[in-house]
């Protein structure tokens, strides 16, 4: 049987786009103190910046303005909304580091990001319930340990917080791949507050299902600072792929390998386009997706 995997319809991307322009997320910080939320801020500033004089996917960065959100569970990241003529144009997702200072988890452009509004609208959709702001809260643990979560009875559910979509998975699901988080975190992205990028490179798009290298193919031998991967991507005849299993490989996500940026002190970004329809490019520590899932590249 196939794996559950989640695609919007053009009606429910039309109610989508409708209700984005309509909503955007409150601009708060949890019970972080005045100093906090000043230097969180400034950091998330500064990488805008970086970020917007690289290249020209990020120029529409450049004089944006910041909404900050606390994703749970507890104030430890934050989701960053950037908007420009009242249009999303981007986002970053910040994590406090244990010694101090924080961490670009990871980040994206495009008009629409994880946890936007129109993804509640979409969970209605599916549901044909009604859920109100209070009880959907979001849950971040690592890129793809990313969920909305809301209880109406006994049991939580559970939705993709960018297609909306339900997922097959229960709190004990949950619960084991939190705990499998906690004891062994991925997360490797960028903390220096004045890093720049080294190098980019940006690729067409393409759809993710039109071939399934991960059926037929070996996936590419990474190693620690993932130079195979990126000769991969350089080659213009040859297309990457990623996919992860999660939950017991109860759900996957595939995702198309549209190009990297590699900052200073060579941490790596791998950059994923969902499909056509969603319009959303997802930018991710490459260590933490290699302890994740796998690459494929097929020609």
Known sequence: MAKPWIRLTAAGMLAAMLLLAFQQPASTFGSRSGQDVTSLEERARTWVDRLADSGTAYENWRESSMQITPLGPGTHSW?????????????????????????????????????????????????????????????????????WQWKLDKE????????????????????????????MPIRHGVTNPHASLASQLDLPSFQPYDRMPWLTEAPIPLESDGSSLLQALQNKKLEVRYTAELYSESVQYVWSVIG???????????????????????????????????????S
């Open 79 to 147: 989701l960053v909304v950037l908007t420009k003529d009242e249009e999303t144009v981007g986002y970053m997702i910040i994590h406090a580091v244990p010694e101090g200072g924080y961490e670009l988890g990871e980040y994206g452009y495009g008009p629409y990001h994880p946890f936007h509004a129109a993804s509640l609208l979409l969970i209605e959709q599916y549901t044909g319930q009604s859920l109100p702001n209070d009880i959907v809260q979001p849950l971040y643990i690592h890129p793809f340990l990313a969920l």
């Open 156 to 183: 939580p559910l559970y939705a993709d917080p960018v297609h909306g979509g339900l997922l097959p998975i229960t709190k004990k699901d949950v619960k084991k791949a939190t705990e499998l988080e906690l004891d």
């Open 260 to 298: 990297y940026d590699l900052w200073e002190d060579q941490v790596l970004y791998i950059k994923l386009y969902s499909d056509q329809e969603v319009e959303l490019v997802r930018i991710i520590p490459f260590y933490s997706l290699s302890k994740i899932g796998q690459f494929y590249s097929s």
